[in-house]
């Protein structure tokens, strides 16, 4: 039985839901786009230090849809995906600090596609999903009397997934090789799996130190690297009720570690710029930068739309990620508005977004473009006068 050739096949006709194609070779890496609240308000995955300075219960969550081309020579793959990429909640307790929660989308592709081959005489599917998340519990404490401009925080960084596939080749006339024992067979390929983490438990923390001032904002960050591994389940079925012996397998994988370090400063009384850097895995030096440009509105609910709102423009470079010798680099931008509504401070995020994800040999490029929309609804609850 040869399914490779097959599944070649599939990914040279097929449409697949998922970010990107070239991202199915590796798992745990974010998608785009990028924005600044990673150093100066919301929940921060690589900044928990930040919430510290928080006045007020926030819980937000993202909306994202994306379109990419893969392409390849004159081969061309349509990817689209919709995912709630991640929800989060931050609850400031005064002077006992701040705690945070976040559930974050680290991979997810969905993948369905159907060949009909006249070669071959038989018909072919191949479905797929799989999804990586963490699930991170923070906390942060702004540091006593005159050293309160300064902040720690730490995170606990938990993964988990699962992943499933089935590859099924219909009933065939000419098998080849395989003719004597598969004429006229359906033969179903199934593989389900479940990841988790396999390093020390200390791995599992993030730390962060942050500096803030009304017109300034600075952090550096360091989350070590950590071991995972998937249990995969193969079965292969002929017909529907003859199965042969399941086999087992483990596949090994790294997330890398990561120093991520930026600053935000505001001027002019509403324009900010902020610049973000992250090193990804030290040996590979996987670099990325990140700059956006805002002008903040007055978030009052009875000034006119374009004083009341904040508008920007944001682009990065990142080295996705190095592939068997072969770089993966991205390049993007967006436009974006965050638009406050109401009297309670909800606050509706939009972001208009695209770029080109650029790969070597034997991998894809890939065109993308997409938007994003985030909900922050604010309350009340453990309000402080410490916020500057």
Known sequence: ??????????????ISFAASLIGTDVLGMEQAPRNAAIIRSGFAPLNPAVNAFENQTKFETVIKFEYAEAQKNSDAISLNSFTVPSISMVLPLGFLGTFGIGLEQKYFASNRIELIDSALNSNILFSSRVGVYELLPSYSIRLP???????????????FGNSYSTLERGKSNDWGDDDWMARNVLIAKKETGHFKTTSDWWRNFGYSLHFHRKTADYFVSYFPSVQMKENI????????????????RTEAFKLPQRLASGVHLRFWQNQNLSIVYELQDFEEAASSYFVE????GTGVHYTPFLKRNDFGVNA??????HLK???VNEYGGSLFSNMWL??????VGVALYGGYRQAKEPYWDEPFFGFKLSLTGVGNWGTSIRRK
Do not use: C
Not at 5 to 12: D, E, G, R, S, Y
Not at 145 to 159: K, N, P, Q
Not at 316 to 321: R, S
């Open 1 to 14: 039985m040869r399914f490779n050739p097959i599944f070649a096949v599939f990914l040279a006709i097929g």
């Open 293 to 296: 440009y805002k002008i903040s």
């Open 233 to 248: 389940k193969e079965n292969v079925q002929f017909s529907n009720h003859d199965t042969l012996q399941a086999t087992k």
């Open 342 to 347: 109401g009297r309670r401070g909800t606050l």
């Open 145 to 159: 009397f005159f050293l309160s401009d300064f902040a720690l925080g730490t995170s606990y960084r938990v993964f």
């Open 325 to 327: 010798d072969v770089d």
């Open 316 to 321: 990065w470079y990142a080295e996705k990620y």
